[in-house]
């Protein structure tokens, strides 16, 4: 809100945030008609609770919103309907009157029940609405998207034909409908049988001569009013009639009101009938039920037609007019049963209410069921009668909710988190479950926050102007402490006595916006909604608001001085939103390191990036560039690694990088391009990553700085494995532990795992591929040594995977499942390498002939890898796949994937990678005809000149098998018997002794 906006109230009020609706209309008429026209619009507005705020000539401005009752559009929207109705049965055939309606939450001050609108609010809304009216067609009642997404549910609304308005324009086309569903569709009846069969049961009595009263009771929106519906859907019809009274929030101090419409049903009189057919009505009615004409009088005065009493005092017409009404119904229900319902008796006026007690002690012989529903906290005075019942509605249980969001999300793709977060935030509530998901579907709602839809706020914001100002100000105070309320901050913060603030807790909690958890010296107490937390959140101003976090952030250090470090989520929480900025950086980064301490990886991140978003707001001076350098580094760098937000990693770095060069801080600068380097791997952007890495290990020799060095050699190591130069990955990682050593063999140097075994693993990966066996297998061991030593499990997964993988390309089978089924157990506790593992493990599963076994890891790595992010290869992932479908016999699918890992290889120069999936594609294309050289030879060509220029020897053996396979099937047995010759003579010389004795028995054949 700006601030000039704030200036135009009293400083002496309390100022919060309302739902206001404006209504405006205008007429076009003969002028002798234009001032009873816009008279009667006045009296509609005043009938629906709203305030005339501006007349002129041929035209009328009016609020809803700025008294206590609720669902201020929905008011709006039915007084519209009522002059919209009043002009079609009022003879006016040559007037129009054009109404606009316009919904928007605005700055209000209130001083006891006076409340006034901020006048930026009100130029807004008011000029909202002239523009719309200047839009409308004649005798329309449209309204903004603002207020059509809050009226949909109770009114039939479409788009305005051709009206040009920013937003959009939607007309009202029809009356006003219950509530059950939008958009033309019902929302299914869930969970709530038990309650209807014993509605029924009290219905089945009552037809018998047993009356009966039932009070139904829940929270808005649990689905009273449904529960009703579908009872006498179900039951009212040839024999049974229903009579239904509504009360509302606006006419609490209206008499007879539910009881008048009840009346009128009764006797068949229109809202529009004039005086003569009220009393005919009701004369005939009388006659037709048996009933003495002495009652007309009174029943014709209720029903607002005056003059028909004199002579009588106010307490005997009262007495006369409660039994004319008592009489008129039970002699009715003689004749034939009737469910009598009145809705929202929490609203009712207090005549109607002593009417009803009068009813009820009439009735246990009538053949009438009259139901109430109401919210909790109204007490009704018949509830210990024998023939007497309340029902209170629970809430809707998870799977029950869920059948609702499923309903409410037809053909709307949502992950299963946004489902989660709706049945969290709807809390079994109906109404709540579907506005959610409707907001969700229509896009007004992003998917991640869940904001309160208007329908839901405009509900639960009328509950809370119910409340005394003070009230109010306390549960607003309470939502700023948060969901959940420990008495000792509010009571620090709130600036009541002791006395008062225990005397409003109680009333909060009676009326169900508050309950207690625990009790005690120091009680708890929780909202009892989500969602009117939120809502009572934010109808306070930001400065209010910000003003009660910088309290609390006071109050707890005070309150609890010896033990912050368990609060320190709660303290970076409330110093962030009190904008006390110092506080926020250093209470947001030791909740960081105290969820690092636990794993909690997305908190971690959550905390860290809270501690950034302050550090801006502090001098910008060296130390808060340094900080904000580092906590990019650790821990955000290592929590966003291990949840596979690889891209993200980039980002921070990028931004540690830049502020880095900004303050010329060339050791910072040299590990943000080491770090970069390594996240420019993961999404195989590897020339990037030589680049960065290069630069980074030209820093580290300017300020001869160990351990950078140490890690720009991995990184840069990890980039040439990944490119297929083996043998500049093997110096650069061989160099790394030359010169680490004795106890820096157990430095991490800023890893997630010890360096040495980070390169130890990549040493072993990069010797495998060049057939040197023997060196790799001493290396691993060396890594089983040292991650055994120190028992973690990330050093225990790298070893276990470069030591299952050397095996697998030396054809140990046996020996790689078993490494790779360790590593697998393993990476389910460090997040990021499950699919990694599950593609390692799948092939070794494809190679040793456990196909069934293969498939649901292979797929699933490749699955996991395109959502969560790559450790690189994933063009080998896929080679891997096509393996396994080669192996199954699935050969379309094997070439299909095949080419697939070949041009992601090639795309991304992965030149060894490339090399495997050449060869697999002349394996395939043997398979598939073996009697034919032309298709497959290519392939292994390819394959073999790569190989050969990048040293791979085991690839380079294999494809003179698979060439000697080849070679033999089609006849030309001395080149078969060449290729493998050379393919035995190499898997000897590597003691690869798997492929050995297929080579070997190849040869056999070739004799």
């Not at 809803?64 to 559009?73: K, L, M, S, V, Y």
């Amino acid at each position: 809100m700006p601030a000039a906006s704030v200036a135009t109230l009293p400083l002496t009020v309390h100022r919060e945030t309302r739902p206001i609706a404006a209504l405006g209309a205008v007429v076009a008429a003969p002028p002798p008609q234009v001032s009873q026209i816009l008279g009667m619009i006045a009296e509609k507005v005043a009938m629906f609770g709203g305030m005339v705020e501006e007349v002129g000539e041929g035209h009328m401005l009016a609020v809803f919103g700025r008294d206590t009752a609720e669902q201020a559009p929905r008011r709006a929207a039915l007084a519209a309907s009522a002059v919209r109705r009043a002009l079609a049965t009022g003879g006016a055939s040559d007037a129009a009157v054009t109404q606009a309606i316009h919904v928007r939450d605005s700055l209000v001050g209130v001083v006891g029940e006076t409340i006034a609108i901020d006048e930026d609010s009100r130029r807004d809304l008011f000029g909202t609405v002239r523009s719309l009216l200047g839009t409308a067609a004649p005798s329309a009642v449209v309204a903004s998207q603002a207020g059509a997404t809050l009226l949909e549910r109770w009114f039939d609304i479409v788009p305005a034909a051709d009206a040009q308005f920013t937003g959009g324009v939607y007309e009202l086309t029809g009356p006003a409908r219950a509530p059950f569903g939008v958009r033309g569709r019902v929302t299914p009846f869930v969970g709530r049988s038990v309650e209807r069969e014993w509605l029924a049961t009290r219905l089945a009595a009552a037809r018998d001569g047993a009356g009966q009263v039932v009070g139904i009771v829940g929270d808005a929106g649990l689905g009273k009013s449904r529960l009703v519906a579908e009872l006498c859907e179900s039951a009212v019809g040839r024999d049974t009639a229903r009579l239904d009274g509504r009360c509302f929030s606006y006419a609490t101090t209206t008499p007879y009101l539910p009881v008048a419409t009840i009346l009128r049903q009764l006797c068949v009189i229109a809202e529009t009938d004039g005086p003569a057919a009220i009393a005919a009505g009701v004369a005939a009615t009388l006659t037709a039920f048996d009933i003495e004409p002495r009652s007309a009088p009174y029943l014709v005065e209720l029903l607002g037609v005056p003059g028909h009493i004199a002579g009588v005092s106010p307490e005997m017409v009262k007495t006369r007019t409660f039994e004319a009404v008592c009489t008129l119904v039970l002699q009715a229900s003689r004749q034939r049963p009737f469910v009598v319902v009145i809705e929202d008796a929490h609203w009712i006026d207090q005549t109607s209410d002593e009417l009803l007690t009068a009813l009820v002690d009439s009735i246990a012989r009538a053949r009438l069921l009259l139901v109430l529903t109401y919210r909790p906290g109204y007490r009704p005075a018949w509830l210990g009668k024998s023939y007497a019942a309340q029902l209170t509605l629970q809430r809707l249980s998870r799977d029950e909710s869920r059948e609702i969001v499923r309903w409410s999300l037809p053909t709307h793709a949502v992950t299963s988190a946004v489902v989660d977060g709706i049945l969290m935030r709807g809390e079994g509530n109906p109404f709540f479950l579907e506005e959610l998901s409707r907001a969700v579907e229509d896009g007004t709602n992003a998917a991640g926050a869940l904001a309160v839809p208007g329908t839901v706020h405009d509900v639960l914001a009328g509950r809370m102007a119910k409340l005394d100002a003070g009230d109010r100000r306390l549960l607003q105070t309470a939502a700023v402490v948060g969901k959940d309320v420990e008495y000792a901050v509010l009571r620090a913060i709130a600036d009541v006595p002791d006395d008062v603030l225990g005397s409003r807790l109680r009333l909060l909690q009676r009326a169900e916006f508050l309950t207690a958890t625990s009790v005690g010296a120091n009680p708890e107490y929780t909202f009892k909604h989500a969602l009117t937390h939120d809502v009572a959140y934010g109808s306070l101003l930001p400065e209010h608001r910000r003003t009660l976090h910088g309290q609390i952030v006071e109050a707890i250090e005070r309150l609890y001085p010896e033990r912050l470090t368990e609060q320190v989520e709660r303290l970076a929480h409330h110093a962030m939103r009190g904008e006390v900025w110092d506080k926020a950086v250093l209470y947001s980064e030791q909740a960081a390191a105290k969820a690092m301490t636990r794993s909690a990886l997305r908190e971690v991140v959550a905390s860290c990036e809270q501690a950034l978003v302050a550090l801006r707001h502090l001098p910008d001076n060296r130390e808060a560039l340094e900080r904000a350098i580092d906590l990019r580094f650790d821990p955000l760098r290592y929590a966003l690694w291990q949840l596979g937000e690889h891209a993200r990693v980039l980002d921070h770095l990028r931004e540690a990088a830049a502020l880095a060069e900004t303050r010329t801080d060339q050791r910072r600068l040299g590990w943000a391009l080491a770090y970069m380097a390594n996240g420019l791997w993961a999404m195989e952007n590897y020339e990037d990553a030589i680049v960065s890495g290069r630069r980074a290990l030209a820093i580290a020799s300017t300020l001869e700085d160990f351990a950078l060095r140490m890690r720009s050699h991995l990184s840069l190591a990890q980039a040439y494995h990944a490119l297929g130069s083996f043998r500049p990955a093997i110096d650069l990682l061989e160099s790394n532990m030359e010169s680490l050593q004795g106890e820096l063999l157990y430095a991490r140097f800023g890893q997630a795992g010890l360096l040495s075994v980070l390169s130890l693993s990549y040493l072993v990966l990069s010797l495998a591929e060049l057939g040197e066996f023997t060196e790799a297998i001493r290396y691993a061991e060396q890594s089983t040594r040292i991650a055994e030593a120190v028992d973690r499990p990330y050093e225990l997964l790298c070893a276990y995977r470069a030591t299952g993988l050397v095996r697998l390309r030396k054809g140990d089978l046996p020996g790689a499942v078993s490494m790779l089924e360790r590593s697998q157990s393993i990476s389910q506790i460090v997040p990021g390498w499950s699919s990694l593992i599950a593609s390692n493990l799948g092939y070794a599963y494809a190679l040793s002939g456990r196909i069934p076994d293969a498939f649901p890891f292979l797929e699933r790595a490749l699955e996991q890898s395109t959502s969560k992010g790559l450790l690189g290869g994933h063009s080998l992932w896929i080679t891997f796949l096509s393996e396994a479908h080669l192996l199954a016999g699935h050969i379309e699918d094997a070439m299909e994937l095949a080419h697939r890992g070949l041009d992601l290889a090639s795309d991304r120069k992965e030149r060894g990678h490339q090399a495997w999936a050449l060869r697999l594609i002349g394996e395939i294309a043997a398979r598939r005809d073996p009697h034919e050289t032309e298709h497959a030879e290519p392939w292994y060509r390819r394959a073999l000149a790569l190989a050969e220029e990048l040293g791979m020897r085991p690839l380079i053996a294999h494809c003179h098998l698979g060439l000697g396979k080849l070679y033999r099937c089609t006849g030309k047995q001395d080149q078969a018997r060449g290729d493998l010759t050379t393919a035995t003579t190499m898997y000897r010389e590597m003691d690869m002794r798997f492929w050995l004795e297929k080579a070997e028995t190849e040869m056999k054949g070739s004799a």
